[in-house]
């Protein structure tokens, strides 16, 4: 008698679209219309940084408009600046009839928000709550942009440039995942450089805190092209389960797109569909890199591009690799 055996079925799940961009709903005289919305206490919300600086007293009244830097997936982020120092921020809007997913990402921010404190992450100094339920994160600005943004304006990166920005992303990893954060969006437009050519990690809204050491993180959350085989296809690669380690292979996709100048998955030009991306990375070869790198290149992307992520190295191992070793420092 024939046995017959159940073909396995993969979990490939994969994430809704992103929600259509939203065109900004205030006015570029945000703060001018909208103090009156706000109130003009300085007191800001009850879930305002303990570690920023709501003791200097910012108010929202205080801040006024200088450009649109972005906008989509319900809010908005502007350049401000405070009237009375003439520093600038960003601050970023997002608005209270949001769908609720971005509703939950928000007030998962701003729980990660309160939690850190690191020169590498992108620093909040105050979150406001407005009546209309509106909630405004004032943030550090970084004035360079994204490394996405300096990969379209300034072309490919070097790899001294690519040390130097391993280094300062694998501290900030180092730090969250230290304090059970993974982040589980590493991509070239969230990670953000300002003119002293820091690199600080921005973003947390599909983040997720750890409460236990071995809790799963397996959620379809994050951008799709970045995310790391575990979390496509968990039944296969998901031994020897480490939540963190699916952060250390988007750093490593995106260091190579950075030297590369396009997604390394794909051809250059081919825009990336789920269908194919979900092959590229369940099954396809691990990425490698052309030849003419350095031995300590390839043998660093070679331990974040791992597929089973028991085997990528730690953000903490990957400080100590030759190849970050050798960052001599921001000569850009």
């Given at each position: 008698?024939?046995?017959?055996?159940?073909?396995?079925?993969?979990?490939?799940?994969?994430?809704?679209?992103?929600?259509?961009?939203?065109?900004?709903?205030?006015?570029?005289?945000?703060?001018?219309?909208?103090?009156?919305?706000?109130?003009?206490?300085?007191?800001?919300?009850?879930?305002?940084?303990?570690?920023?600086?709501?003791?200097?007293?910012?108010?929202?009244?205080?801040?006024?408009?200088?450009q649109v830097?972005?906008?989509?997936?319900?809010?908005?982020?502007?350049?401000?600046?405070?009237?009375?120092?003439?520093?600038?921020?960003?601050?970023?809007?997002?608005?209270?009839?949001?769908?609720?997913?971005?509703?939950?990402?928000?007030?998962?921010?701003?729980?990660?928000?309160?939690?850190?404190?690191?020169?590498y992450?992108?620093?909040?100094?105050?979150?406001?709550?407005?009546?209309s339920?509106?909630?405004?994160f004032?943030?550090?600005?970084?004035?360079?942009?994204?490394?996405?943004t300096?990969?379209?304006?300034?072309?490919?990166?070097?790899?001294?440039?690519?040390?130097?920005?391993?280094k300062?992303?694998?501290?900030?990893?180092?730090?969250?995942?230290?304090?059970?954060?993974?982040?589980?969006?590493?991509?070239?437009?969230?990670?953000?450089?300002?003119?002293?050519?820091?690199?600080?990690?921005?973003?947390?809204?599909?983040?997720?805190?750890m409460?236990?050491t071995?809790?799963?993180?397996?959620?379809?959350?994050?951008?799709?092209?970045?995310?790391s085989?575990?979390?496509?296809?968990?039944?296969?690669?998901?031994?020897?389960?480490?939540?963190?380690?699916?952060?250390?292979?988007?750093?490593?996709?995106t260091?190579?797109?950075?030297?590369?100048?396009?997604?390394?998955?794909?051809?250059?030009?081919?825009?990336?569909?789920?269908?194919?991306?979900?092959?590229?990375?369940c099954?396809?070869?691990?990425?490698?890199?052309?030849?003419?790198?350095?031995?300590?290149?390839?043998?660093?992307?070679?331990?974040?591009?791992?597929?089973?992520?028991?085997?990528?190295?730690?953000?903490?191992?990957?400080?100590?690799h030759?190849?970050?070793?050798?960052?001599?420092?921001?000569?850009?």
């Amino acid at each position: 008698m024939a046995l017959v055996r159940e073909r396995r079925q993969l979990n490939l799940r994969l994430p809704l679209p992103e929600l259509s961009e939203r065109r900004p709903r205030f006015p570029p005289s945000i703060f001018s219309t909208g103090v009156a919305a706000a109130g003009n206490s300085c007191t800001t919300a009850a879930t305002t940084n303990t570690t920023s600086s709501a003791s200097s007293g910012i108010c929202f009244s205080d801040l006024e408009t200088l450009q649109v830097l972005g906008h989509g997936n319900g809010g908005t982020v502007y350049q401000v600046r405070h009237k009375r120092t003439s520093t600038t921020y960003a601050l970023k809007v997002v608005h209270g009839d949001s769908d609720p997913t971005v509703r939950r990402q928000l007030f998962r921010e701003m729980e990660i928000l309160r939690r850190t404190d690191s020169p590498y992450v992108v620093h909040c100094h105050s979150i406001f709550e407005k009546p209309s339920g509106d909630i405004a994160f004032l943030m550090e600005y970084m004035d360079f942009g994204t490394l996405e943004t300096l990969l379209r304006s300034h072309g490919t990166f070097s790899e001294a440039k690519l040390a130097h920005v391993a280094k300062q992303v694998l501290n900030g990893l180092n730090y969250l995942h230290s304090h059970k954060i993974i982040h589980r969006d590493i991509k070239p437009t969230n990670l953000l450089v300002n003119s002293k050519m820091e690199v600080k990690i921005a973003d947390f809204g599909v983040s997720k805190i750890m409460c236990r050491t071995l809790d799963a993180c397996n959620s379809y959350v994050g951008t799709c092209a970045y995310m790391s085989p575990e979390r496509f296809d968990p039944e296969t690669y998901g031994g020897n389960y480490n939540g963190y380690a699916s952060d250390i292979w988007s750093l490593g996709l995106t260091l190579m797109e950075l030297y590369m100048g396009h997604f390394p998955l794909l051809p250059a030009g081919q825009r990336p569909d789920w269908a194919t991306l979900m092959c590229a990375i369940c099954f396809g070869e691990s990425p490698s890199l052309p030849e003419g790198v350095s031995d300590e290149f390839r043998s660093f992307l070679e331990c974040c591009l791992q597929k089973e992520s028991g085997k990528r190295w730690s953000a903490a191992q990957l400080l100590t690799h030759p190849f970050v070793c050798k960052d001599l420092g921001s000569d850009w």
